[in-house]
């Protein structure tokens, strides 16, 4: 492996294709590598690089990144000219950042205890970072209702391939109730020709039948 080179572990069924959409707006070249679940995944050469033995991984320049909102976060910087972070000392800056780690804690803990029926009682509510499922849909409702078009205006960014892809995600799912300030920005974002692109690349991938 080159030192400058992508690697991208992934499956077609995983949060790996958030990352696969990233690296498409991107327009960077990058190696595919698919681990198997309850195979390659949890291999010892894999564990090596994830031992959580979970996939999106990415490999650059001698770095190993995981979790797809750091890897997001990550490309962004690592390839300022796609323009898809603002930069350092930019106020936009700070949405940029609320939005992806909103995504990333609230948002993830909160749709995961409710498919799992984790929810904690009303009184012990203020324990947990999201407090409860219906204030963060509430709070994630907002971010999508002022994307206009994009969560930083006219500026598409990694945020939008991040949180985008969770409300897309939990619609596809139905772990996150229709809305119209949901389906309207999820519309907006499967008509951009990388998230087409992206996808057709990891459908291609599952297995047949």
């Known amino acids: 492996m080159g030192e400058n080179e992508l690697v991208f572990h992934t499956n077609p069924m ?66 300022p000219d796609a323009g898809l972070a603002p930069p350092p000392g930019d106020p936009l800056r700070g949405t940029y950042y609320r939005w992806l780690f909103f995504a990333a804690g609230p948002v993830e803990a909160a749709v995961s205890a409710k498919a799992l029926g984790l929810l904690p009682p009303a009184d012990k509510s203020g324990m947990v970072g999201y407090g409860s499922f219906e204030q963060t849909v509430d709070t994630l409702e907002k971010a999508a209702a002022s994307a206009s078009p994009w969560l930083l205006g006219d500026r598409f960014s990694a945020a939008d391939v991040y949180v985008g892809s ?4 939990g619609l596809g799912f139905k772990s996150i109730p229709e809305r119209p300030a949901f389906t309207a920005w999820v519309e907006r974002l499967r008509g951009r020709e990388a998230y087409r692109r992206a996808r057709g690349l990891d459908d291609a991938l599952m297995p047949k039948g």
């Open 166 to 169: 969770q409300v897309d995600f």
């Open 14 to 79: 995983s949060r790996g294709r958030i990352v696969r959409w990233m690296l498409e707006e991107l327009g960077v070249g990058y190696r595919t590598v698919v681990q198997e679940y309850g195979g390659s995944m949890k291999s010892p050469e894999y564990l090596a690089i994830n031992p959580m033995g979970k996939v999106p991984a990415l490999e650059h320049r001698g770095v190993v990144v995981t979790e797809a909102a750091a890897i997001c976060a990550y490309l962004a910087d690592a390839f």
